[in-house]
């Protein structure tokens, strides 16, 4: 009996002893990753070869909300590359509702052009009037239209280009976890009209329950209507929950952009709890509050302008025949600490990695 107490006591001691020895593995994974996207990028690890560029083309962006910071910045983007290509662009503004978008792909579809790029909405949305464009045989790619990456065939989508989508809830989750010392309690702000919102939401849930962290509510609430929204509903959120409302988890900085005001009416300072992280997009609102501490610590972003020259080079891609790169483009954790380098003066993350001059050498254009 005194053998099998003893190995019960030792197992329970080395049961105690091994749990912290877990949290402490959970953290330092954690910052593995904080440490690893927070990093300067200086390298070009895209395409380096590919047809030369198609001559005279005409392309029109259907773009989902031009209220949207991350949007702006694709369509910045694509603009740049296009005039390096010698290409026309048109942009139609779907202003942030499913009727708008209609109506913008129908509008785009009438032009004719030699390419779509769709920007910041869900394909399968509009897939009755993108099968249009696909039976006409013009060749359609797109941002952010799907939780994945490359290929969306079911859309006819040559490409849909974004950061790995799953890789950027991880890294705003795990930041918030070791901002909280391993203890936070997050709220995640999400959109159901859009797959890849609700994908990344659920991802940064999982993350945080994972390490241990607690989410205290996931709020689905339209992207479109966060001006309107956001006010009152951050302050039911303040009163359900208070202090157990570290951190807040979004899939977009614009959740943050009408957040502020209702915070410090409750006399939070910028600063202060919940601490604000958007999985997405680096807006130049970002940018600004987070430079300033206020209301919003982390934008986990991605290179906006880069990916409207990748966008240009799928499309020429698809004009002469080729499969679609099969680039990634890289995600950057930003920071009040970093958010001076890799294009920080510009509130955007536009990296030091030479991508205008690697693509302007596929090209063959100077």
Avoid: C
């Avoid at 603009?79 to 109506?103: L, N, P, Y």
Wanted: glycine share 10%; hydrophobic share 45%.
């Amino acid at each position: 009996m005194k053998t099998l107490l003893s190995a019960l006591l030792l197992g329970g001691a080395l049961m105690i002893a091994a749990a912290p020895a877990a949290r402490a593995d959970a953290m330092a994974d954690a910052k593995a990753t904080v440490d690893k996207y927070a990093s300067k990028v200086t390298k070009w690890d895209g395409p380096t070869s590919g047809p030369k560029i198609a001559k005279d083309k005409t392309i029109v962006v259907l773009a989902g909300d031009m209220k949207n910071g991350g949007i702006l910045g694709v369509v910045s983007g694509i603009e740049e590359a296009a005039k390096a290509a010698g290409w026309t662009v048109r942009t139609i503004d779907g202003a942030g509702s499913i009727s708008g978008r209609t109506a913008a792909v129908g509008q785009g579809i009438a032009l004719n052009p030699d390419g779509i790029v769709v920007a910041g909405f869900d394909a399968v949305e509009q897939q009755a009037g993108l099968e249009q464009a696909k039976n006409a045989k013009i060749p359609i790619v797109a941002w952010h239209t799907a939780p994945e990456v490359g290929p969306v065939p079911a859309a006819g989508v040559f490409a849909n280009v974004t950061t790995d989508p799953m890789q950027v809830a991880k890294a705003a989750a795990d930041w918030a976890y070791v901002d909280a010392k391993g203890k936070p309690g997050v709220v995640i702000f999400t959109d159901s009209t859009y797959a890849v919102a609700i994908a990344k939401a659920d991802a940064m849930k999982a993350e945080i329950e994972k390490l241990g962290g607690t989410v205290v509510e996931y709020v689905d609430t339209p992207i479109a209507e966060t001006s309107t929204r956001m006010p009152q509903l951050t302050t039911s959120l303040l009163q359900r929950h208070g202090d157990a409302w570290t951190h807040s988890l979004a899939i977009n900085d614009l959740y943050f952009d009408f957040m502020g005001p209702s915070l410090a009416a409750a006399g939070i300072a910028g600063d202060g709890k919940p601490v604000n992280v958007a999985a997405g997009d680096g807006s130049e609102s970002a940018y600004q509050r987070i430079r300033s501490g206020q209301y919003q610590a982390v934008t986990v972003a991605e290179p906006l302008k880069l990916q409207g020259w990748q966008l240009v080079d799928e499309l020429n891609r698809a004009f002469a025949g080729q499969p679609w790169s099969g680039y990634v483009s890289p995600l950057h954790i930003v920071t009040k600490a970093n958010v001076e380098f890799d294009g920080g003066p510009s509130n955007a993350f536009d990296p030091d990695n030479g991508y205008r001059d690697a693509y302007k050498t596929i090209w063959g254009v100077k």
